[in-house]
């Protein structure tokens, strides 16, 4: 167990919907990951966030959007859904020293959402 | 762009067989390379990871090594177990003006057979 959780566990949803996935991080790391991880592939990175700002962004369209809260837990946020959004997502808590980079993430169970 | 390439993409071995997982990547800039494991529809266990300076790390019957300069990393298994059944994923962590992250593998199958 990482101490990572993240909610709900699953999630089905139609296209154009909106959704919002939860993480909270595990206990004294300040920085949150997310990615999408579709069947059959490794995850992908879609951004990052450090002290409640994004912190870096992969090949993701605005519409996937996030928050991070002052105790470190986040949401991913996803609008407009679309078929190809169907996928597990990930988020993995750390923490960003002072040199700008982290060691292991430690990543939680996932939420998978499906999209009809 | 990093590229991360894992070899063979699926491995079925009988159990008590010593067995080598590959990871490949195209950028040597990496700041350290993580193994993971996960199992069917779950979330990700990391089990070892490399700092960018070191050559292997070692945990149990885990061995990791890693060759920076040619863009290599292996996971060997030694004594394979059914429970070892997962897939495998291999990430570098890079720094990049887009953010700290991982890139990852597409994974290597392994199944561990009685």
């Known amino acids: 167990e990482t101490g990572v959780t993240q909610s709900p566990t699953h999630l089905i949803k139609t296209r154009g919907q909106q959704v919002t996935l939860r993480c909270s991080s595990q206990?004294?790391?300040?920085?949150v990951s997310w990615y999408q991880q579709a069947l059959g592939q490794g995850p992908q990175f879609i951004f990052q966030?450090?002290?409640?700002?994004?912190?870096g962004r992969g090949n993701f369209p605005p519409r996937f959007s996030g928050l991070q809260f002052p105790n470190y837990s986040s949401e991913l946020n996803v609008n407009a859904l679309e078929l190809d959004d169907s996928a597990l997502y990930l988020c993995?808590?750390?923490?960003?020293?002072?040199?700008?980079?982290?060691?292991?993430?430690?990543f939680g169970p996932g939420t998978r959402l499906t999209v009809l | 762009k990093q590229e991360v390439t894992q070899i063979p993409a699926a491995l079925s071995v009988p159990e008590g067989e010593n067995l080598v997982l590959n990871c490949s990547f195209t950028?040597?800039?990496?700041?350290?390379l993580q193994w993971f494991r996960q199992d069917p529809g779950k979330g990700l266990t990391s089990l070892l990871l490399?700092?960018?300076?070191?050559r292997e790390q070692t945990s149990g019957r885990l061995n990791a090594s890693l060759d920076k300069s040619s863009g290599r990393s292996t996971l060997y298994i030694a004594a394979s177990q059914p429970g070892d059944s997962a897939t495998y994923l291999c990430?570098?962590?890079?720094?990049?003006?887009?953010?700290?992250?991982?890139?990852f593998g597409t994974g290597t199958q392994l199944k561990v057979e009685l």
């Open positions: 993995a808590s750390s923490v960003l020293g002072a040199r700008g980079y982290t060691d292991t993430q430690y």
């Open positions: 206990s004294g790391h300040n920085t």
């Open positions: 966030y450090y002290r409640e700002e994004e912190n």
């Open positions: 950028d040597s800039a990496i700041y350290n």
């Open positions: 490399i700092q960018s300076s070191q």
């Open positions: 990430a570098v962590y890079i720094l990049t003006g887009g953010g700290n992250k991982l890139t």
